[in-house]
């Protein structure tokens, strides 16, 4: 079931890993050595681009190229959570592009000379919550029981479920022919919920936007707020929860990849667009 918790095991009981004391020490020292007291909350941002497999792979990766998004379209998140009193770390190992933000509590830890296997896994598994696009190292959160927020993530088929406090938001896709944008049974209908491959989106006669700074923003700090217990909720959002998931029941995979497992989809982003989204 595509590595999914579907009877949400992992949220349901506690850390089953430890790290040893000396790789405390180590994960303490450097979040000190960057400017972290020892009561500083921070997030993990982690950006697919094409660097990493272009690096580790000998031939052409391009097929996951709609998995891919500018990092320069976070920054606006990464500013609000920093005046909200978190430090935020962009991750990974091999990246394409800088993350310079003018602001010192947004740490371009890919970039630094601190990166390592180590810390890699460690603040992954002591974030207050992680931002992902959906790539590998996002699998140390889930693992560690860290609430996630995945952004810009396709195809929908693929979301995660096995922990309620997730937050899901979806790159959008629109006919070529008329940019028209296609709802969720329609992501269904034409197959594109289980599409896995670029080529396969153009095939179909398919575009892919990405998610714009606002939405991305917008189902960011919802998580936040969730995490901080200020979030309220509007008339109607439950009801746009509910359809959501009733439409994706229709698909004839989902019990598979999903059973009855849940997590949340970016209110906001329901909010402003279920008229056609949910249509």
Request: glycine letters at 6%; proline letters at 2%; one cysteine or more.
């Amino acid at each position: 079931n595509g590595s999914r918790d579907i009877e949400q095991l992992l949220h349901s009981t506690p850390r089953n890993l430890q790290f040893s004391s000396s790789e405390m020490f180590t994960g303490r020292e450097y979040l000190q050595s960057v400017g972290l007291t020892e009561n500083s909350k921070y997030v993990c941002l982690l950006v697919r681009d094409p660097a990493y497999l272009a690096a580790k792979f000998d031939r052409d990766m391009s097929y996951h190229g709609y998995r891919d998004s500018d990092i320069k379209a976070y920054e606006k998140s990464a500013k609000a959570l920093s005046q909200r009193g978190y430090w935020v770390f962009r991750m990974g190992s091999i990246v394409e592009t800088s993350f310079d933000c003018d602001d010192p509590r947004i740490i371009d830890y890919a970039n630094s000379k601190a990166q390592s296997d180590l810390l890699d896994i460690w603040l992954m598994a002591h974030c207050t919550f992680a931002i992902s696009t959906s790539t590998g190292l996002d699998a140390m959160a889930e693992i560690f029981r860290i609430p996630m927020v995945f952004v810009n993530h396709l195809p929908v088929g693929n979301l995660k479920t096995g922990d309620s406090r997730d937050i899901e938001l979806f790159k959008i896709l629109r006919w070529k022919l008329d940019k028209r944008r296609l709802s969720l049974s329609e992501h269904i209908s034409t197959g594109a919920v289980d599409f896995f491959s670029s080529i396969r989106y153009q095939d179909s006669g398919l575009e892919i936007e990405d998610n714009t700074e606002e939405d991305i923003m917008g189902a960011i700090l919802e998580m936040e707020a969730r995490l901080a217990s200020t979030w309220i909720e509007e008339p109607g959002d439950e009801k746009l929860q509910e359809k959501f998931y009733s439409i994706m029941q229709t698909w004839d995979l989902f019990n598979y990849y999903h059973g009855t497992a849940r997590s949340r989809i970016s209110t906001t982003f329901l909010r402003n667009n279920h008229d056609w989204f949910l249509s």
